[in-house]
Structures are given as structure tokens and as C-alpha cells.
């Protein structure tokens, strides 16, 4: 455990050198949150101020703003796809002499990111959030909130890593990683909160895991999901152990037929 401890403070401080770049998408998340924020308002007004499925104003700009500073958290843009460019060019293999499980050691890595991420793009969109009408979790929800974070981190980390590991067989993981941030902008509540979806198409993203990254947890921040609060969390841990277990499979068999390109 002290090597992935390492490995996830090195991965911190790694990702803390990279201001411009943060600096930049901190901005775009604002922006974005305001714009977002303004037309969840327009859509309530335009309804007489009645809430949408059970989802007040206040519900739905909170995810707007939750869902900015998510989106570096779990990382939807796969931001430095390191482990998909070394199987690309072959360098896995130096990975794979490690003594180390290579699901494991990027795991630790995408652990220090996200740390350094919720630090520097989560907190400050959700503290700006505040002024356009959003809300902080009660304090009855903030254990669960806190849980509700660390499995949207791994679901997260789960699917990257599917995608990169696609890259055994494609040589190439880069048209599936863009493939996936597509339909995970749609499916996560990103562009939109789900309940604005039309029902039918709303009730079948929420079956799919990437709901579990972001509508879920606003669930739980609003307090939308406290009657059925274990289910909530049972569907993000589901997700989790699956798709982890997946990656355990999918690595077992990639590395198999590992090709050096060039060599």
C-alpha cells in the first residue's frame, strides 16, 4: 500500500505543475456553469416555477454547478491519457515489469489527480455556484456525499481505463476514449441534468454507469435521493465492483498479446 500511497502523491503533485492548463479549464467551467445555470432558471420559469420529476430550481442549478466542477474530478476529457499513448507506442511493457499490478498503479495515479482536481476545479465552481442559486449539501448528508465522490472516482476511473485497455487490440484507444466522452457528457448529466431529458430517455441513462459519476451524486447532494438513499449507493457501488472487474479482465487478457510496435 506504501507504493500506491507514493504513487498517488507523486500523481498530485505531478498534476499541480500544470496551472495554465488548470487555470484555463477552471475558467471554461465557470462560464459554462453560468450559461447552464441561466437556462435551467428559463426552463423553471417557463413552467410556472413547478419542479421537474421532484427537482426544484434550486436542485437542478445545484447539479449545474456540481456538474462543472465534476467534470475535472472524474475527468470526462481524459485529460494526460498516459496509460492509452504507452500502450500505443509499446512502453506498457516497462509498466508491466514493474513489481506492481498495473490497474492498481494507475489507479493510484488517478487518485492524486482527482485529489488535486477536487482541490482546484470542484471546490471553487461549487463555492461560485452559490451565488446563482445553488446549495451546499445539510450536514445529515455530507457522509454520504463523501461516499456518493469516492465511488463517482472509481466508476470514473473504470470506464478510462476500459477505454485505454482497448487499445490491446485496436493499437489505437484514441476514436474510443472520444466515443465515450461523447455519450458520457450526455449520460453523466453534464450537458443537462437528466430530469429535463424526455422521461423514457432520462429512466434509460440512468440505468448506463455514467449516471453514477454525476446525476447520482447530485442526488445525494440535494438530498433528492435520501428516501431511497442505499439503492443510490448500491447502483454506484454495483458499477464500480463491475466495471472494475471488467478492467481485471480485460488486462489479464490484453497483456497476453502485448506487441512491442517497431520491435
Known amino acids: 500500500m506504501r507504493t500506491y500511497v507514493e504513487v498517488a502523491r507523486r500523481a498530485f503533485r505531478r498534476f499541480a505543475t500544470y496551472r495554465g492548463a488548470t487555470g484555463a479549464a477552471l475558467f471554461t467551467n ?23 420529476d421532484g427537482y426544484d430550481e434550486t436542485a437542478l442549478i445545484t447539479q449545474v454547478w456540481l456538474a462543472q466542477g465534476m ?14 499513448e504507452r500502450i500505443r507506442s509499446g512502453d506498457v511493457v516497462v509498466d508491466l515489469y514493474r513489481p506492481v499490478d498495473l490497474q492498481g498503479w494507475w489507479a493510484a495515479v488517478d487518485a492524486g489527480r482527482a485529489g488535486f482536481e477536487v482541490l482546484v476545479r470542484f471546490i471553487p465552481p461549487v463555492l461560485v455556484g452559490l451565488a446563482f442559486g445553488a446549495r451546499l449539501p445539510r450536514l ?39 466515443a465515450l466522452m461523447t455519450v458520457w457528457l450526455v449520460g453523466a448529466g453534464m450537458t443537462l441534468p437528466l430530469p429535463l431529458l424526455p422521461n423514457g430517455l ?15 451524486v447530485s442526488d445525494v447532494w ?39 510496435q517497431g520491435g
Open 140 to 178: 445529515i448528508d455530507a457522509p454520504a456525499v463523501l461516499v456518493a465522490l469516492a465511488l463517482a472516482v472509481v466508476v470514473s476511473f473504470a470506464l478510462r481505463f476500459l477505454a485505454a485497455a482497448s487499445g490491446f487490440w485496436l493499437l489505437d484507444a484514441r476514436g474510443v476514449e472520444r
Open 71 to 84: 467534470l475535472g474530478v472524474v475527468n470526462v476529457s481524459n485529460r494526460s491519457p498516459d496509460l492509452s
Open 222 to 260: 440535494t438530498g433528492t435521493a435520501r428516501p431511497s438513499l442505499p439503492a443510490v449507493l448500491g447502483v454506484q457501488l454495483a458499477w464500480a465492483v463491475a466495471l472494475v472487474g471488467a478492467g481485471r479482465v480485460v488486462q489479464a487478457r490484453g497483456t497476453r498479446r502485448v506487441v512491442v
Open 30 to 52: 465557470l462560464v459554462w456553469g453560468v450559461l447552464l445555470s441561466t437556462v435551467v432558471s428559463a426552463v423553471i420559469r417557463n413552467r410556472g416555477g413547478a419542479s421537474i
Open 202 to 216: 432520462e429512466a434509460v441513462l440512468r440505468l448506463l454507469p455514467f449516471a453514477a459519476t454525476v446525476q447520482l
